[in-house]
């Protein structure tokens, strides 16, 4: 069955520090993988698309790595602020698969303190 | 551009009602998805549409309707509302293929009591 599992489920992190998010999944055969960004009460927005050939993406602070063999990816957010504050979904598209193919994770919870 | 704009933000539904959740988008996207988005859940397709006169079901349907009668508008119904319906609805659209950027309205809070 085709998945998506996000690690952690939430985290909490101060102002100005770096972290990164995991995200494994077991979709097969693989598109692409998506990153988007859920501020609380708002719908999701898009930060990076990588497809199959593409092991990294950057969009400002945001720093997408993709290893197509082992099924992984993270997101790196480097120097964070409080705006970062947001829920983070990993999304996987099957390839060949229908037009509304795309598996979402449970999505990790960062909060950024002060 | 407002991009994809959704009505009503909120609702509260007695049991057996119905309702329509509208959704318009003014990029001229061909594609167009509705999805619900239940607590610590990821989301879950609804339905789907490819171009005007042209929909499928996603992957939870049950106890909805839709339609697409132009490009800007994909509304969705909901007949004899359940408390299992209870969920925050996304629309979402997208200009060609799956690979393009998805582009997500504020959505729907939706309780059935």
């Known amino acids: 069955k085709n998945q998506v599992e996000q690690s952690p489920q939430s985290l909490i992190i101060l102002e100005g520090k770096n972290c990164t998010l995991q995200?494994?999944?077991?979709?097969?055969?693989?598109?692409?993988l998506r990153w988007y960004k859920q501020d609380t009460g708002r719908g999701p927005v898009s930060l990076t698309i990588?497809?199959?050939?593409?092991n990294t993406k950057s969009n400002g602070r945001y720093t997408a790595t993709l290893d197509a063999d082992t099924k992984q990816s993270s997101l790196h957010i480097t120097a964070s602020q409080l705006s970062d504050s947001a829920s983070y979904i990993c999304?996987?598209?099957?390839?060949?698969?229908?037009?509304?193919?795309?598996?979402f994770g449970k999505g990790t919870k960062l909060s950024v303190k002060p | 551009n407002a991009g994809v704009t959704q009505t009503p933000k909120f609702r509260i539904l007695k049991i057996g009602q119905s309702m329509t959740l509208q959704c318009t988008q003014d990029?001229?996207?061909?594609?167009m998805y509705w999805y619900r988005q239940d607590p610590g859940m990821g989301l879950k397709l609804i339905y789907y549409?490819?171009?005007?006169?042209?929909?499928d079901k996603g992957e939870v349907p049950n106890g909805y309707n839709v339609s697409r009668s132009t490009t800007e508008d994909f509304p969705l119904r909901l007949e004899l509302a359940a408390p299992s319906q209870t969920s925050v609805y996304f629309c979402?659209?997208?200009?060609?293929?799956?690979?393009?950027?998805?582009?997500f309205g504020p959505g729907t809070r939706l309780t059935v009591l």
């Open positions: 979402a659209s997208t200009r060609q293929a799956i690979t393009d950027t998805q582009y």
């Open positions: 995200c494994n999944y077991t979709v097969s055969p693989f598109s692409n």
């Open positions: 990588m497809t199959f050939s593409e």
């Open positions: 999304v996987v598209s099957e390839y060949g698969g229908s037009q509304g193919n795309l598996i």
């Open positions: 990029m001229n996207h061909n594609y």
């Open positions: 549409s490819v171009g005007a006169g042209i929909t």
